[in-house]
């Protein structure tokens, strides 16, 4: 195939994330003209960013620059931009700035964000783990609490501040409660001396009844449990969350008081999946068919996150796992590939699922693939090994395998910055919200009427 004007076919891909990057690179040989826009100019490895979070890892350890990455593909562009709109019928997006782009094929790999269900007011009052300001502000946000604890001389406000709320009882939440009970009872206790006896409270929240419900059976689930609670993490399974302001989270029958509440339940699509004007499911998604083509639209396709996949014979999408993006990605490559040579492309798209992991805490992890049910030291090693393989660049993986094993050898974490705005002003707000009593009615968060709000376990 080739444009009315003999140019090459243009290909424009919207995210650099594992989607999006897996398809450019995938693209790097054909005879298109490909453009990635993203509106960060770094790819993120997004399961590694709780270690960001919990201070394990710097933001450069798991990001590597998109054009460093595509620089040898000559066929590339790629622009930092917002993309505002995308006109599936003039084949055309809209940036937030600069002329808008003409594509003859659309690869929207856009991602995801954090999911409220409806209850947007508890952004303001809640941490999500999305992005690398995510992270960054959650450990930030973790680290004052222990700053503000030692400098705190009221024992019940220090409490508050050492207690740490999960909601959201998927891999992410596993993992970031079992990092934040480390983080507290060995990276830091030699750092402090007024709260060293004191261990921080981690609480982590599920609605369902057990853990890790999407894909995990229920060995591996009671299996993560029981590994939490024996590093001290409560885990709250079959809880409903009703509210949450800036004292705690309300639970049906309780309430948690709190500073730092980590909110890691749920994601939807990017709000750009609406303005495709297509059908989208529940949380945004949309709904493509059997070769991820958007239905009426063939030259357009999205993967990934944006993307609601049902394989043919069962119920349910396939989910938001970067392993799905990246072999969507490299279907869609190759069906782009055959249109433009003029080749019969594939027609189904087939998942072929290299199983699912967590790690929950030092030698702690679950795993599985098929019918192979892995936990403890080995489900660990290979977590590891499976993360440090598929980082980008061999400085990335050497510098993470050299953090991680300084920090089993000696339970150190060296990414403990505090940054970001003035601290001292900040520790001062934190210990002072603390210490304040919690008003006796907390017209912020209603009691619970009809149906309780749902909220489902995060990635």
């Not at 700035?97 to 964000?113: C, E, I, K, N, S």
């Not at 061999?394 to 974490?413: C, E, P």
Request: hydrophobic share 45%; aromatic share 8%.
């Amino acid at each position: 195939m080739t444009t009315h004007s003999g140019e090459r076919p243009r290909v424009v891909i919207i995210g650099g994330g594992f989607g999006g990057l897996t398809a450019a690179r995938a693209l790097k040989k054909a005879n298109v003209q490909l453009t990635l826009v993203d509106r960060s100019n770094y790819h993120l490895f997004q399961p590694l960013l709780y270690q960001v979070a919990m201070a394990g890892l710097s933001p450069a350890d798991i990001a590597a620059p998109i054009r460093t990455v595509l620089r040898r593909q000559d066929n590339t562009t790629v622009l930092l931009a917002d993309v505002t709109r995308v006109d599936l019928q003039k084949k055309q997006i809209e940036l937030e700035t600069g002329a808008p782009l003409d594509y003859d094929y659309l690869v929207l790999a856009a991602g995801a964000q954090s999911a409220y269900f409806g209850h947007d007011d508890w952004r303001t009052c809640s941490l999500g783990m999305k992005s690398v300001d995510d992270a960054i502000e959650v450990r930030r946000r973790v680290l004052l609490a222990f700053e503000a604890a030692e400098r705190e001389d009221d024992p019940v406000a220090r409490r508050r501040l050492l207690t740490f709320v999960i909601i959201g009882g998927g891999p992410t939440g596993v993992e970031v409660a079992g990092a934040l009970t480390e983080l507290g009872k060995f990276a830091l206790a030699d750092d402090f001396r007024r709260i060293r006896s004191e261990k921080p409270r981690v609480v982590l929240v599920e609605r369902a009844n057990r853990l890790l419900t999407g894909g995990f059976v229920e060995q591996l689930s009671e299996a993560a449990k029981r590994d939490l609670e024996a590093i001290g993490v409560e885990v709250r399974v079959g809880e409903t969350v009703v509210g949450i302001d800036e004292h705690g989270v309300r639970l049906a029958k309780e309430f948690i008081e709190t500073p730092t509440v980590l909110w890691t339940a749920g994601v939807e699509a990017v709000p750009l999946t609406r303005t495709l004007h297509v059908p989208v499911d529940r949380t945004g998604r949309v709904i493509v068919g059997k070769d991820c083509s958007i239905p009426g639209h063939p030259e357009s396709f999205v993967i990934g996150d944006a993307a609601a996949f049902t394989p043919p014979g069962t119920e349910h999408p396939l989910p938001g796992l970067s392993p799905v993006a990246m072999q969507q990605a490299r279907f869609v490559a190759k069906v782009i590939k055959d249109r433009v040579d003029g080749r019969p492309p594939p027609v189904f798209f087939r998942y072929f699922d290299k199983g699912i992991m967590a790690t929950i805490g030092r030698s702690r992890a679950v795993a599985q693939t098929g019918k192979l049910r892995l936990r403890g030291l080995i489900a660990w090693l290979a977590w590891l090994f499976v993360h440090i393989w598929y980082l980008i660049g061999f400085r990335n993986r050497l510098v993470v395998l050299f953090d991680w094993t300084w920090s089993y050898l000696t339970y150190k974490r060296g990414a403990r910055l505090i940054t970001g705005g003035a601290a001292p002003g900040r520790l001062l707000a934190l210990a002072e919200r603390a210490g304040r009593p919690m008003p006796r009615k907390t017209p912020s968060i209603p009691p619970p009427r009809g149906e309780p709000v749902t909220h489902h376990a995060g990635k």
